[in-house]
């Protein structure tokens, strides 16, 4: 029987282990990627991960149009998952086409729903640290989602523990959640988020994707 945690400090409830959709196009087809997904749901898995960048070898999007495909199926499926997808990566050729700025956060989440065919994301991740564009730039972005009814949650990937304080304490001024998850590699070969990530994830209530 699959187990529910909560995700970090929020209220909404995710099962232990996630469906990953990285290879969904260049190394799945559609039809095998909706079997996939199928088998997950029937299995108690609620949590589905993609990313704009997610399939880049057979074109930006290919990942995030086929989980799209299979929820525009029917058979409530859209209800019966929380849908996470991510923003950072390079996803054309333009100077702006990637990054943090909320310029491309607004932008690529818009881009996302379309190809996701859905109103909203449940989490809204941050694929990678932005040094050059200030966090009160970044969660006005997120918070204007928000606002709008296209996102839920925000969260985070890649970041250090460091990264994790800068995030939270500038939500924080600003009365805002702040990220609830962040995405992180770890396991038996690679610990290092031991050192940082994780002190920084239990100190401020913060939910970890390993």
Partial sequence: MMRYEHLGRSGVRV???ALGTLNF????SAEESWR???SALDAGINLFDTADYYGWQAG??????IIGAWLAQGGGRRDRIVLASKVFMRVGDGPNDGGLSAWHIVRACEQSLRRLRTEYLDLYQMHHIDRATPWEEIWQAFDTLRRQGKIVYAGSSNFAGWHLAQ???TA???QLTGVI????LYNLCYRAVELEVLPACRAYGIGLLA
């Fill in 36 to 38: 996939i997904m199928d």
């Fill in 25 to 28: 196009g260049p190394e799945t």
């Fill in 181 to 184: 998850s962040e995405q992180s």
């Fill in 60 to 65: 930006y999007g290919a990942s995030e149009r």
């Fill in 167 to 169: 995030a939270q304490e």
């Fill in 172 to 174: 924080r001024a600003r």
């Fill in 15 to 17: 099962s232990r282990l």
